[in-house]
């Protein structure tokens, strides 16, 4: 039996994603052309020392004990209370993003999940559903905000614990539908970095292994699916488009691929997890060199949900479709700070710092027990994980903070009727 703590701060997390991206940067056989100037090596070193500034600046700022994000979850009891509650709004946001999607937006139930992804891309159904999906959105994040509520609980139910199994299952059925590998990752993180201490027995190994597995199996099996829909697969892809955009694999590799063998097999597996993990920042480098800096989008690229509320209420706001058309490419990830680059420029650099502060206070939340910082720290870990690769401050986290706020009302709420 093995005991360790997932509680990890984040610059000990930082510090590790760096070295991994760096090892897999030099081991990687891709050749990414892209130009590396002075400029960029710059903002580079400042984005990440802006970053550490905020760690050690959160990590010094004072936690008064007062409002509902601050209530501390000192006992089961509010906790038990509420599950049922925030299960069944979760369950509620999930049936009516099904509904959205499928009734509303008239996507076909035939479809395979890789096309109801490219239909999502291209924006189908832009300006339907209005109140209906904006409800659907700020009630869905209560399916991930159950996951840390439940495991602050230490003596689980039957009935919390098969609660708990229903909402990982509608969780991975949201990422199948939206043909997204990323949130099937983003949940397993979610789940881990929920738990305090995690005691390790032979059984727990077990499922842990094979719940890895057929994670990445699954977020491969996407992406395979994506290229059989978008290129004929990924012989055709890597024949035909190899090159053409920012990354070039070598010939031998594509042989390798061409062979279909066990070791081509292996190396597809390593060439597409080291890809997929560092292009990001040769993406972002990319744009911060060929971005037309007239079009920059003044938050509407990260906080689109916000302005959305405002099209609801009649003023006009642009949609997502036009929004994205700024972007020097469209469907590829640019690390956290693509978005936030897009929106202000240089100017992001101050939200990297902002980030860095809140990422720390957190963290100290969460460690001394309040409900604040065990419902967002284990979020803000999972995204802090993805950094290095995208930024969903477009749609998800938008939604979890406002999510998220109202849930802090409502344990505040339940903690003030225990008082009466």
């Known amino acids: 039996m093995l005991k360790f703590s997932l509680d990890i701060g984040p610059v000990k997390l930082y510090l590790y994603l760096l070295l991994l991206w760096l090892i ?18 710059i903002v580079l070193i400042v984005l990440n020392v802006l970053l550490f500034l905020g760690f050690l600046f959160g990590q010094k700022l004072p936690i008064k004990s007062r409002g509902a994000g601050f209530v501390l979850a000192n006992n089961n009891l509010v906790s038990k209370r509420l599950l049922p509650t925030v299960f069944s709004l979760g369950l509620i946001g999930f049936i009516l993003k099904m509904y959205t999607l499928f009734i509303i937006k008239g996507v076909p139930l035939t479809l395979n999940v890789i096309d109801i992804r490219l239909l999502l891309l291209n924006d189908i159904g832009a ?3 209005g109140v209906l999906s904006l409800v659907a959105g700020i009630l869905f994040p209560f399916c991930l905000l159950f996951i840390p509520l439940y495991f602050s609980i230490s003596d689980k139910s039957t009935k919390e614990k098969l609660l708990f199994k229903s909402m990982l ?16 990752v983003i949940v397993f993180l979610y789940c881990l970095f ?27 099996y996407l992406w395979l699916l994506r290229l059989e829909q978008m290129f004929g697969g990924i012989q055709s892809y890597l024949h035909e488009f190899n090159g053409q955009w920012i990354a070039s694999y070598p010939t031998s590799f594509i042989k390798e691929v ?10 597809y597996i390593f060439t597409w997890i080291s890809y997929y993990f560092i292009h990001g920042v040769y993406e972002f480098i990319y744009l911060l060199n060929n971005f037309n800096s007239s ?23 642009p949609s997502v479709a036009a929004i994205a058309s700024v972007n020097v490419i469209l469907g590829h990830y640019q690390t956290f700070w693509g978005l936030a680059y897009i929106d202000f420029g240089y100017m992001f650099l101050a939200e990297v710092f ?4 809140i990422c720390s206070f957190l963290y ?12 967002f720290y284990p979020f803000i870990q999972s995204q802090l994980i993805y950094s290095f690769l995208s930024n969903p401050l477009n749609g998800q986290i938008s939604y979890m903070i406002v999510s998220g706020t109202i849930l802090l009302f409502l344990i505040n709420y339940k903690k003030l009727q225990e008082q009466v």
């Open 24 to 41: 897999l940067a030099a081991l990687s056989p891709i050749d990414f052309n892209v130009k590396l100037d002075a400029l960029n090596v």
């Open 127 to 129: 300006g339907k559903g």
């Open 169 to 184: 299952l509608l969780l991975i059925v949201d990422s199948l539908f939206s043909g997204g590998g990323t949130s099937i």
């Open 194 to 220: 929920s738990t305090k201490n995690f005691i390790i027995t032979k059984s727990r190994f077990i499922l842990i292994t094979l719940g890895v597995l057929t994670v990445f199996a699954l977020a491969g």
């Open 258 to 267: 061409d062979e279909e063998s066990f070791l081509s097999v292996v190396n």
């Open 295 to 317: 079009l920059h989008t003044l938050g509407l690229s990260q906080g689109y949900l916000f302005f959305k509320f405002f099209g609801i209420l009649g003023i006009d706001v």
């Open 354 to 357: 902002l980030l860095g502060i």
């Open 364 to 375: 100290r939340k969460k460690e001394e027990g309040y409900y604040s910082g065990i419902i």
